[in-house]
């Protein structure tokens, strides 16, 4: 069957929106083709510095006729109903077909040609592709990233004509900017598309170009027994900016190996471009880079790699300035600088989170087994860096440099440590600290970011979370669980948002009784004036309430114009956040395996020690596993269903289960001694959180539960025996429930 060749040919296309291209052009092609119900083979796109190129194998050269049968209104309805359907359908009155008092519209169309469609849908996708940014020039109206030069598009070896904004459809590419032969060359598929293009010095595929880059940098770095640094990042963004990649070695000053290697690497890598190079069974970095051309000198690069070295000089330069400097200015002064930065409106400076950090440092410190003092240490110059002149040149060097500075300031190497890792883990791929200082300062420093926005309202909404407090949460829970953590989450919930309101409160205007109604009153002398932007108020009910002040001012005493909004209570407050980690630790458990319904059945429980959840989840998945598992669970359902519907007609039934009644039969005996020796065990089981043991005496319910519903009648006539039997449900459901909430579980 024919194949389809696309390439939009441009100006330089940014190496970071290159594969994000690729995968809007295939998702933009795929779903105009098959609405239009083309199938096909198969489909690949690839994405380089100056084109983007689709082929599809295996079009059909028509789309199939389509016949389909549409229900109208019925003969009865209203003369505008029957209108609206005739618009719908393009059809007469004359043309419908009347069955069983209904209206229906049989529609034929016949296929098109493929090359139709395709004309019409590249026309649609070049117009309204999704460039993170895009750009208009000349005098026509069309948008894309750069100025598009050509547009190949051919099926079946022949050109599909089309037009978009004065650029015309045809079979004409080019090759290398500088090693091709800067003539223009036509193509009659694919193969030849890209067989053409490499031997004009262009490869197609970002695979083949990152291989070369690769295999090429290897071989130059072997050549003088060094060997690469490894930079995935940079790799794929080098692999962007060429088309003929060709890794060069370079030499750097070897002064600035005096500088810490994380600054080095960045220099090149953010500014520059450059892999840094080290020798083998050495740590730090070699005197050397490696550059990637995007042309093969005559001269083996000797000249591009002099200029490049001297441009990373005067880099390296400034950097080493701003690393002399620092050390002479040191924490104290910029921890006061941090009091003129705000980290939230709502949220104070970052001076005053550093201090909500300090204190949940020293909260959490004894539950990981490390120093409070040196946590709360740690803590106060975790953020310090952030005013000095190297992360103010590198922010991406935020904490690593605080770690730095604190080691050469004499700190203990576990302060130093802690600060450098704090940020940690960044996310899904980072590494988790395992040292009990960085631990305690990790999770402070995530949970107060958690705590603060919870706070101020500022949760996730859906696709948007622009705090990254999802990252935030999953980097808590991977603290906690890889560590081994016990911890309750919902104890510091409470101890930072209570810190945060005492620190709002203490900062702007302390506490004013709130009467309920649109005022404030009982003003405090003195008070009214002392702050604008927030206040703390507490009811009479207890009920927390934030204000602000925006109208306040002479003359308005008592409190009228005030605004102000209802805040929850701290176990309120921490009830929601732990609800938001439970959603964070399904997705986490999910994607390790694990069913959602099973968290969600133990997370009802009201546990917040995540660890212990887990370990719940574990055991209870392998219990369900089992058929005594499954079978109990129908048995749970059947048990809950028959309660369930008791419920409604009033309240259940409540006492001690009766095993001596006369003609009760002894399949509802022994099920009520089999409840009450698993509840006995799950309890023991429970205390010690032996959660496989807790499951194997449900497991002792299998048998018992199976019999009383195979041999009991629950709605006896007999309210005795009914009442008994429901008593004996309640009992059964109430032992699997301190387990888990077994309702929660699909099946």
């Known amino acids: 069957m024919p194949q389809l060749l696309l390439e939009i040919f441009s100006e330089e296309i940014p190496a970071r929106m290159q594969q994000g291209a690729a995968r809007d052009l295939e ?125 190949i598009a051919l099926f079946d070896g022949a050109v599909v004509p089309f037009e978009v904004d004065g650029v015309q459809s045809g079979d004409v590419t080019e090759g290398h900017r500088f090693l091709g032969s800067g003539k223009p060359f036509a193509v009659k598929d694919f193969a030849d598309y890209r067989a053409k293009l490499e031997k004009d010095y262009v490869l197609l595929d970002v695979a083949d170009r990152k291989l070369r880059i690769l295999e090429a940098a290897k071989a130059v770095c072997a050549a003088k027994g060094l060997a690469l640094v490894d930079d995935d990042g940079l790799l794929d963004e080098v692999a962007g900016l060429a088309e003929w990649p060709t890794p060069i070695l370079g030499d750097m000053d070897p002064q600035f190996l005096s500088l810490p290697p994380e600054v080095v690497r960045l220099s090149m890598k953010v500014h520059q471009k450059y892999f840094a190079v080290r020798e083998p069974g050495k740590d730090g970095l070699a005197p050397h880079f490696v550059v990637v051309a995007n042309v093969e000198a005559t001269d083996g690069g000797k000249a591009l790699a002099a200029g490049n070295a001297k441009v990373l000089s005067a880099r390296l330069s400034d950097a080493e300035f701003f690393w002399t400097e620092d050390q002479k200015v040191g924490f104290d002064a910029w921890n006061a600088k941090l009091k003129d930065v705000t980290f939230h409106a709502k949220l104070g400076t970052l001076a005053e989170r550093v201090d909500r950090i300090a204190a949940l440092a020293r909260e959490i410190a004894p539950l990981v087994g490390a120093d409070p003092a040196q946590a709360e240490q740690a803590a106060r110059l975790s953020k310090a860096d952030l005013a000095s ?130 005022a404030f009153t009982d003003f405090m002398p003195g008070d009214v004036y002392q702050g604008r932007e927030a206040v703390v108020a507490k009811a009479a009910e207890g009920v927390l309430v934030l204000a602000n002040p925006a109208s306040l001012g002479a003359g308005n005493e008592d409190g009228r114009g005030w605004t102000y909004s209802p805040v929850p209570t701290p176990d309120a407050f921490a009830a ?87 003609g009760q039969p002894t399949e509802e005996v022994a099920l009520a001694h089999a409840a009450a020796a698993a509840a006995s065990a799950v309890d023991a089981a429970l205390e010690a959180e032996n959660f496989a043991a807790a499951m194997t005496a449900l497991a002792a319910l299998r048998a018992p539960v199976d019999a009383f519903f195979t041999a009991v009648m629950v709605n006896s006539d007999v309210a005795e025996e009914r009442e008994n039997r429901l008593k004996l449900l309640g009992q059964v459901r109430g032992v699997m429930n301190r387990v888990a909430d077994f309702g929660q579980i699909a099946g």
């Open 576 to 662: 929601d956040l732990t609800s938001f980690f439970g959603d964070r630790l399904t997705v986490l458990l999910r994607d390790q395996g694990q069913r959602h319904d099973l968290v969600a059945a133990v997370f009802a429980l009201g546990d917040d020690d995540l660890v212990r959840i887990v370990r719940r989840v574990e055991a209870l998945a392998a219990f369900l596993a089992t058929d005594d598992g499954a079978n109990l669970l129908a048995g749970y359902k059947r048990a809950s269903n028959i309660l369930k519907a008791e419920e409604k007609k009033g309240p259940l039934p409540e006492g001690m289960v009766q095993t001596g009644l006369a």
């Open 389 to 518: 002149g190297m992360v103010s040149e590198f922010p991406e060097l935020q904490g690593i440099m605080g770690g730095y500075y604190a080691r050469l300031a004499g700190y203990p190497d576990a302060v130093a440590d802690a600060v450098r890792d704090h940020y940690k883990p960044q996310g899904p791929g980072d590494t988790v600290p395992t040292a009990p200082v960085t631990i305690a300062v990790a999770l402070a420093e995530k949970l107060d970011t958690l705590v603060g926005f919870f706070t101020i309202d500022e949760k996730p909404t859906g696709s948007k979370d622009p705090y990254a407090l999802r990252r935030a949460a999953l980097g808590v829970i991977r603290l906690v669980l890889e560590n081994g953590v016990r911890l309750s989450l919902s104890s510091l919930a409470q101890f930072g948002f209570t810190s945060i309101l005492d620190q709002a409160g203490r900062k702007h205007l302390a506490r004013y009784p709130y009467n309920g109604s649109e």
């Open 27 to 151: 998702r933009m092609t795929s779903d105009r083709l098959k609405a239009a119900g083309l199938a096909w083979d198969g489909l690949n796109v690839f994405a380089g510095p100056r084109r983007l190129t689709l082929v599809i194998d295996g079009l059909p050269v028509a789309t199939p006729d389509r016949n389909e049968e549409l229900k109208g209104p019925k003969t009865s309805a209203p003369a505008q109903a029957l209108e609206g359907f005739l618009r719908k359908t393009g059809l007469t009155q004359d043309q419908l077909v009347e069955r069983d008092g209904i209206w229906f519209a049989e529609i034929s169309s016949q296929g098109r040609a493929t090359t139709e469609v395709v004309a019409e849908s590249v026309d649609q996708i070049i117009r309204s592709f999704p460039w993170p940014k895009s750009m208009r020039w000349g005098t026509g109206t069309l948008r894309w990233v750069r100025p598009i030069k050509r547009i």
